[in-house]
Protein backbone atom coordinates (compact mmCIF):
# COMPACT_ATOMS: atom_id res chain seq x y z
CA UNK A 1 0.00 0.00 0.00
CA UNK A 2 1.43 3.51 -0.85
CA UNK A 3 3.17 5.53 2.02
CA UNK A 4 0.14 8.25 1.82
CA UNK A 5 -2.13 6.14 2.70
CA UNK A 6 -0.83 5.20 5.83
CA UNK A 7 -0.75 8.18 7.98
CA UNK A 8 -4.48 8.47 7.68
CA UNK A 9 -5.51 4.79 7.97
CA UNK A 10 -3.43 4.85 11.36
CA UNK A 11 -6.26 6.88 12.74
CA UNK A 12 -8.87 4.21 12.66
CA UNK A 13 -8.61 0.88 15.19
CA UNK A 14 -7.95 -1.83 13.87
CA UNK A 15 -9.79 -3.50 15.86
CA UNK A 16 -13.15 -2.25 13.27
CA UNK A 17 -14.80 -4.48 10.73
CA UNK A 18 -13.62 -4.09 7.16
CA UNK A 19 -17.10 -2.53 5.85
CA UNK A 20 -16.36 0.39 8.69
CA UNK A 21 -13.18 1.08 7.61
CA UNK A 22 -14.10 1.30 4.30
CA UNK A 23 -17.18 3.29 5.50
CA UNK A 24 -14.86 5.72 6.88
CA UNK A 25 -13.01 5.77 4.06
CA UNK A 26 -15.62 6.69 1.64
CA UNK A 27 -17.24 8.82 4.12
CA UNK A 28 -14.43 11.33 3.74
CA UNK A 29 -13.41 11.48 -0.12
CA UNK A 30 -15.54 14.94 -0.35
CA UNK A 31 -13.57 17.70 -0.85
CA UNK A 32 -9.88 15.96 -1.45
CA UNK A 33 -7.52 18.14 -3.29
CA UNK A 34 -4.41 16.81 -6.03
CA UNK A 35 -3.00 20.23 -6.50
CA UNK A 36 -1.34 23.10 -5.00
CA UNK A 37 -2.47 26.52 -6.08
CA UNK A 38 -0.54 28.49 -3.74
CA UNK A 39 2.68 26.85 -5.26
CA UNK A 40 5.49 28.98 -5.64
CA UNK A 41 8.61 27.47 -7.08
CA UNK A 42 10.95 29.67 -4.99
CA UNK A 43 10.07 28.46 -1.80
CA UNK A 44 11.59 25.27 -0.90
CA UNK A 45 9.04 23.99 1.20
CA UNK A 46 6.22 24.20 -2.00
CA UNK A 47 5.64 21.19 -4.14
CA UNK A 48 3.46 21.21 -7.49
CA UNK A 49 1.31 19.33 -5.29
CA UNK A 50 1.82 20.66 -2.10
CA UNK A 51 4.00 20.88 0.92
CA UNK A 52 7.43 19.26 2.67
CA UNK A 53 9.49 19.82 5.64
CA UNK A 54 12.64 22.06 5.12
CA UNK A 55 14.44 19.34 6.59
CA UNK A 56 15.04 15.79 5.66
CA UNK A 57 14.05 13.41 7.64
CA UNK A 58 16.12 10.17 8.07
CA UNK A 59 12.46 8.56 10.29
CA UNK A 60 10.30 8.77 7.07
CA UNK A 61 7.28 6.04 6.94
CA UNK A 62 8.54 3.33 5.05
CA UNK A 63 5.74 1.57 3.05
CA UNK A 64 4.33 -0.76 4.98
CA UNK A 65 5.03 0.84 8.48
CA UNK A 66 1.87 1.10 9.69
CA UNK A 67 0.79 -2.48 9.14
CA UNK A 68 3.74 -3.83 10.58
CA UNK A 69 3.08 -1.37 13.73
CA UNK A 70 -0.27 -2.85 13.70
CA UNK A 71 1.11 -6.32 13.26
CA UNK A 72 3.25 -5.23 16.38
CA UNK A 73 0.18 -4.14 18.41
CA UNK A 74 -1.62 -7.68 17.71
CA UNK A 75 1.42 -9.31 19.49
CA UNK A 76 1.97 -6.82 22.00
CA UNK A 77 0.32 -5.77 25.27
CA UNK A 78 0.70 -2.07 25.54
CA UNK A 79 0.68 -0.18 28.71
CA UNK A 80 -3.10 1.04 29.71
CA UNK A 81 -4.42 4.43 30.14
CA UNK A 82 -4.84 5.73 33.19
CA UNK A 83 -7.06 8.68 32.69
CA UNK A 84 -7.90 9.68 36.03
CA UNK A 85 -3.25 10.55 36.69
CA UNK A 86 -4.40 13.58 34.58
CA UNK A 87 -4.84 16.50 36.87
CA UNK A 88 -8.62 17.92 36.32
CA UNK A 89 -10.18 21.19 37.54
CA UNK A 90 -13.79 22.84 37.57
CA UNK A 91 -13.65 25.60 34.92
CA UNK A 92 -13.74 29.07 36.19
CA UNK A 93 -16.55 30.01 33.78
CA UNK A 94 -16.89 33.54 35.41
CA UNK A 95 -13.27 34.56 35.47
CA UNK A 96 -12.74 33.16 31.33
CA UNK A 97 -15.50 35.64 30.86
CA UNK A 98 -13.86 38.55 32.72
CA UNK A 99 -11.87 40.64 30.02
CA UNK A 100 -8.95 41.65 32.70
CA UNK A 101 -6.27 42.51 30.44
CA UNK A 102 -4.10 39.67 32.38
CA UNK A 103 -1.91 36.89 30.29
CA UNK A 104 -3.88 33.60 30.91
CA UNK A 105 -4.16 29.84 29.53
CA UNK A 106 -6.35 27.18 29.68
CA UNK A 107 -5.97 24.14 28.63
CA UNK A 108 -9.09 22.36 26.89
CA UNK A 109 -7.19 18.86 27.05
CA UNK A 110 -4.91 17.62 23.79
CA UNK A 111 -3.91 20.56 22.08
CA UNK A 112 -7.11 22.74 22.38
CA UNK A 113 -5.79 25.74 24.60
CA UNK A 114 -7.48 29.31 25.40
CA UNK A 115 -4.97 31.84 25.97
CA UNK A 116 -6.33 35.26 27.23
CA UNK A 117 -4.06 37.90 25.23
CA UNK A 118 -4.04 41.47 25.13
CA UNK A 119 -7.55 41.24 26.04
CA UNK A 120 -8.24 38.94 22.80
CA UNK A 121 -9.32 35.27 23.61
CA UNK A 122 -7.60 33.16 21.12
CA UNK A 123 -7.85 29.55 21.17
CA UNK A 124 -5.73 26.97 19.19
CA UNK A 125 -6.79 23.42 17.78
CA UNK A 126 -9.97 23.49 18.99
CA UNK A 127 -11.85 20.07 19.54
CA UNK A 128 -14.11 19.40 22.13
CA UNK A 129 -16.13 16.54 20.43
CA UNK A 130 -15.93 12.81 21.26
CA UNK A 131 -13.73 11.24 18.82
CA UNK A 132 -10.91 12.29 16.55
CA UNK A 133 -12.21 10.70 13.12
CA UNK A 134 -13.99 11.62 10.03
CA UNK A 135 -17.18 9.78 11.29
CA UNK A 136 -18.68 10.15 14.83
CA UNK A 137 -19.21 6.50 15.44
CA UNK A 138 -15.43 5.20 15.07
CA UNK A 139 -12.05 6.46 15.56
CA UNK A 140 -10.19 7.40 18.65
CA UNK A 141 -12.60 8.22 21.68
CA UNK A 142 -11.85 10.89 24.18
CA UNK A 143 -10.90 9.33 27.67
CA UNK A 144 -11.08 12.49 29.33
CA UNK A 145 -13.92 14.50 29.01
CA UNK A 146 -13.45 18.03 27.79
CA UNK A 147 -13.79 20.36 30.98
CA UNK A 148 -16.68 22.36 29.01
CA UNK A 149 -18.36 22.57 26.18
CA UNK A 150 -18.66 24.93 23.10
CA UNK A 151 -21.25 26.51 24.20
CA UNK A 152 -19.74 27.63 27.42
CA UNK A 153 -16.71 29.14 26.54
CA UNK A 154 -17.00 32.87 26.00
CA UNK A 155 -16.98 34.79 22.78
CA UNK A 156 -13.15 33.94 21.02
CA UNK A 157 -11.71 36.76 18.78
CA UNK A 158 -9.73 34.58 17.04
CA UNK A 159 -8.53 30.52 16.45
CA UNK A 160 -5.37 29.19 15.61
CA UNK A 161 -5.26 25.86 13.65
CA UNK A 162 -1.80 24.48 13.23
CA UNK A 163 -3.25 21.19 10.70
CA UNK A 164 -5.79 20.03 9.46
CA UNK A 165 -5.52 16.31 11.12
CA UNK A 166 -8.62 15.17 12.84
CA UNK A 167 -7.28 15.00 16.68
CA UNK A 168 -6.88 19.18 15.56
CA UNK A 169 -8.72 20.52 13.35
CA UNK A 170 -12.98 19.18 14.55
CA UNK A 171 -15.70 19.94 11.98
CA UNK A 172 -18.12 20.34 14.87
CA UNK A 173 -15.89 22.43 16.97
CA UNK A 174 -14.87 24.89 14.44
CA UNK A 175 -18.42 25.17 13.05
CA UNK A 176 -20.04 25.74 16.21
CA UNK A 177 -17.29 28.09 17.00
CA UNK A 178 -18.14 29.76 13.49
CA UNK A 179 -21.87 30.34 14.51
CA UNK A 180 -21.00 32.08 18.11
CA UNK A 181 -23.25 34.85 18.98
CA UNK A 182 -21.60 37.85 18.17
CA UNK A 183 -20.13 37.04 15.09
CA UNK A 184 -17.53 33.93 13.60
CA UNK A 185 -13.88 34.82 15.19
CA UNK A 186 -11.04 34.91 12.91
CA UNK A 187 -9.93 31.82 11.98
CA UNK A 188 -5.73 31.52 10.72
CA UNK A 189 -5.21 28.95 9.15
CA UNK A 190 -2.25 27.17 7.14
CA UNK A 191 -2.51 27.20 3.05
CA UNK A 192 -4.96 25.33 1.80
CA UNK A 193 -6.77 24.79 4.63
CA UNK A 194 -9.05 27.75 4.13
CA UNK A 195 -10.76 25.81 0.59
CA UNK A 196 -12.00 23.32 3.55
CA UNK A 197 -13.20 25.28 5.59
CA UNK A 198 -15.15 27.60 2.88
CA UNK A 199 -16.54 24.31 2.02
CA UNK A 200 -17.85 24.17 5.80
CA UNK A 201 -19.79 27.37 5.55
CA UNK A 202 -17.05 29.08 7.53
CA UNK A 203 -16.37 32.28 5.74
CA UNK A 204 -14.18 34.63 8.20
CA UNK A 205 -10.43 33.27 7.25
CA UNK A 206 -7.01 33.94 6.61
CA UNK A 207 -4.52 31.49 4.92
CA UNK A 208 -0.88 31.96 6.07
CA UNK A 209 2.23 30.41 4.69
CA UNK A 210 5.82 30.19 6.47
CA UNK A 211 7.05 33.47 8.35
CA UNK A 212 3.88 35.10 7.13
CA UNK A 213 2.61 37.03 9.66
CA UNK A 214 -1.34 39.06 10.04
CA UNK A 215 -1.77 41.59 13.01
CA UNK A 216 -5.24 41.08 15.07
CA UNK A 217 -6.52 44.38 16.54
CA UNK A 218 -7.77 44.35 19.45
CA UNK A 219 -8.93 47.22 22.33
CA UNK A 220 -5.74 46.72 24.42
CA UNK A 221 -3.25 46.54 21.24
CA UNK A 222 -4.11 43.81 19.45
CA UNK A 223 -1.70 40.89 18.65
CA UNK A 224 0.82 40.04 16.33
CA UNK A 225 0.34 36.59 14.77
CA UNK A 226 2.96 34.50 12.49
CA UNK A 227 3.01 30.83 11.32
CA UNK A 228 6.57 29.55 11.58
CA UNK A 229 7.22 25.78 10.39
CA UNK A 230 6.91 22.70 12.18
CA UNK A 231 8.35 18.56 11.23
CA UNK A 232 5.05 17.39 10.24
CA UNK A 233 2.29 16.26 7.63
CA UNK A 234 -1.19 17.13 6.83
CA UNK A 235 -4.54 14.71 5.56
CA UNK A 236 -7.82 14.50 6.31
CA UNK A 237 -8.00 11.54 3.61
CA UNK A 238 -5.81 9.00 2.02
CA UNK A 239 -5.20 11.13 -1.02
CA UNK A 240 -4.45 14.14 0.46
CA UNK A 241 -1.09 13.26 1.92
CA UNK A 242 0.87 17.20 2.63
CA UNK A 243 -1.84 18.68 -0.02
CA UNK A 244 -2.38 21.67 2.92
CA UNK A 245 0.49 23.01 5.20
CA UNK A 246 1.41 22.91 8.72
CA UNK A 247 2.82 24.43 11.35
CA UNK A 248 3.04 26.67 14.69
CA UNK A 249 2.25 29.74 15.32
CA UNK A 250 4.38 33.22 17.39
CA UNK A 251 2.22 35.45 18.73
CA UNK A 252 3.73 38.99 19.69
CA UNK A 253 2.30 41.96 21.76
CA UNK A 254 2.92 44.46 23.90
CA UNK A 255 1.75 44.38 27.74
CA UNK A 256 2.04 47.10 29.90
CA UNK A 257 4.96 48.53 27.65
CA UNK A 258 6.94 45.64 27.74
CA UNK A 259 6.72 43.07 24.43
CA UNK A 260 5.33 39.81 25.04
CA UNK A 261 6.02 36.49 22.48
CA UNK A 262 4.24 33.47 22.96
CA UNK A 263 4.61 30.54 20.81
CA UNK A 264 3.17 27.56 20.22
CA UNK A 265 4.39 24.67 18.51
CA UNK A 266 1.80 22.70 16.39
CA UNK A 267 2.59 19.04 15.70
CA UNK A 268 5.79 18.31 15.49
CA UNK A 269 8.95 15.66 15.03
CA UNK A 270 12.24 16.97 16.26
CA UNK A 271 13.96 18.91 13.90
CA UNK A 272 16.45 21.85 12.87
CA UNK A 273 13.30 24.11 12.52
CA UNK A 274 13.32 25.29 16.37
CA UNK A 275 16.62 26.83 16.36
CA UNK A 276 16.36 28.19 13.59
CA UNK A 277 12.95 29.67 15.03
CA UNK A 278 14.66 30.71 18.22
CA UNK A 279 17.22 32.47 16.04
CA UNK A 280 14.50 34.45 14.69
CA UNK A 281 12.41 35.66 17.21
CA UNK A 282 15.26 35.46 20.26
CA UNK A 283 12.83 33.46 22.55
CA UNK A 284 9.92 33.44 24.15
CA UNK A 285 7.98 33.97 27.67
CA UNK A 286 5.75 31.13 27.10
CA UNK A 287 5.35 28.19 24.89
CA UNK A 288 3.34 25.51 24.03
CA UNK A 289 5.37 22.18 23.33
CA UNK A 290 3.92 18.61 22.66
CA UNK A 291 4.99 15.65 24.80
CA UNK A 292 2.72 12.87 24.20
CA UNK A 293 1.71 10.60 21.31
CA UNK A 294 5.39 8.85 20.36
CA UNK A 295 5.41 5.34 20.52
CA UNK A 296 6.52 3.66 18.34
CA UNK A 297 9.64 5.48 18.11
CA UNK A 298 10.50 3.57 14.73
CA UNK A 299 7.29 4.17 13.74
CA UNK A 300 6.66 8.06 15.52
CA UNK A 301 9.96 9.32 15.46
CA UNK A 302 9.77 11.86 12.02
CA UNK A 303 6.29 13.28 12.91
CA UNK A 304 5.52 13.88 16.69
CA UNK A 305 8.13 14.28 19.93
CA UNK A 306 8.80 12.60 22.61
CA UNK A 307 9.87 14.33 26.70
CA UNK A 308 13.21 14.28 25.85
CA UNK A 309 12.57 15.86 22.29
CA UNK A 310 10.09 18.39 23.55
CA UNK A 311 12.35 19.65 26.17
CA UNK A 312 15.38 19.95 23.67
CA UNK A 313 12.75 22.38 21.46
CA UNK A 314 11.96 23.99 24.79
CA UNK A 315 15.84 24.70 24.73
CA UNK A 316 16.23 25.52 21.03
CA UNK A 317 13.30 27.95 20.83
CA UNK A 318 14.67 29.93 23.83
CA UNK A 319 11.74 29.30 25.67
CA UNK A 320 11.23 30.76 29.34
CA UNK A 321 8.60 29.02 30.83
CA UNK A 322 7.19 25.81 28.59
CA UNK A 323 3.50 23.96 28.80
CA UNK A 324 2.96 20.46 27.43
CA UNK A 325 0.04 19.67 25.56
CA UNK A 326 -0.87 16.87 22.92
CA UNK A 327 -1.57 14.22 25.37
CA UNK A 328 -4.47 13.44 28.48
CA UNK A 329 -7.23 12.51 26.09
CA UNK A 330 -6.87 10.27 23.19
CA UNK A 331 -5.27 7.37 22.58
CA UNK A 332 -3.49 7.72 19.36
CA UNK A 333 -0.30 5.85 19.52
CA UNK A 334 1.28 3.34 21.99
CA UNK A 335 2.07 5.53 24.84
CA UNK A 336 -1.05 6.02 27.18
CA UNK A 337 -2.27 9.00 27.69
CA UNK A 338 -0.53 9.71 31.23
CA UNK A 339 2.90 9.37 29.80
CA UNK A 340 4.23 12.91 30.43
CA UNK A 341 3.05 12.57 34.21
CA UNK A 342 6.00 10.47 34.68
CA UNK A 343 8.13 11.35 31.32
CA UNK A 344 8.43 14.87 31.31
CA UNK A 345 9.24 15.54 34.85
CA UNK A 346 12.62 12.40 34.12
CA UNK A 347 13.26 14.52 30.60
CA UNK A 348 14.13 17.52 32.97
CA UNK A 349 15.92 15.90 35.32
CA UNK A 350 18.65 14.62 32.34
CA UNK A 351 18.54 17.72 30.79
CA UNK A 352 19.72 19.44 34.15
CA UNK A 353 16.75 21.99 33.72
CA UNK A 354 14.35 23.18 36.98
CA UNK A 355 11.29 21.66 36.97
CA UNK A 356 9.14 24.50 36.85
CA UNK A 357 10.35 25.35 33.78
CA UNK A 358 8.26 22.65 31.75
CA UNK A 359 5.38 21.77 32.85
CA UNK A 360 2.03 19.88 32.94
CA UNK A 361 -1.33 22.03 32.40
CA UNK A 362 -4.43 21.12 34.83
CA UNK A 363 -7.18 20.19 32.68
CA UNK A 364 -9.66 23.21 32.69
CA UNK A 365 -7.28 25.41 35.05
CA UNK A 366 -7.01 28.84 34.12
CA UNK A 367 -3.23 29.96 34.78
CA UNK A 368 -2.37 33.67 35.37
CA UNK A 369 0.80 33.77 33.55
CA UNK A 370 1.16 37.35 33.52
CA UNK A 371 -1.05 40.22 35.43
CA UNK A 372 -1.99 43.32 33.82
CA UNK A 373 -0.50 46.34 35.81
CA UNK A 374 -3.70 48.35 34.84
CA UNK A 375 -7.07 45.63 34.31
CA UNK A 376 -10.47 46.26 32.92
CA UNK A 377 -12.90 48.40 34.76
CA UNK A 378 -15.12 44.91 34.79
CA UNK A 379 -12.48 43.29 36.65
CA UNK A 380 -12.63 42.61 40.52
Given at each position: ????????????????P??????????????C?S?????????????????????????????????????????????????E??????????????????L???????S???????????M?????????????????????????????????????????????????????????????????????????????????????????????????????????????????????R????W???????????????L???????????????????????????????????????????????????????????SI?????????C?D??????????????R??????????????????????????????
Amino acid sequence: MPARFLPWLKQIPVHRPRWLLAAAIAGALAGCASSNPAYDPNKPHHVPDGFRNLYASPHGEPDGGFWAWQWQRLRSDLPADRPERVPRASVDLDRLGRPTGDLTFTWLGHSSALWQVNGLRVMTDPHLSERASPVSFAGPKRLNAPPLTVDQLPPIDVVLISHNHYDHLDLSTVQRLAAQPGGSPLFIVPLGVGRWMAAQGIGRVKELDWWDRVTVPGAQGGVSVTFVPSHHWSSRTPWDRSATLWGGFVMQASMDAAPLSLYYAGDTGYAPDFADIGRRFGGFDFSMIPVGCYEPRWFMRGQHVNEDEAVRIHQDVRSRQSIGVHWGVFRLCDDPIDAPVDGLPAALARAQLPQDAFVLPVLGETRLLRAAAHRAASAD
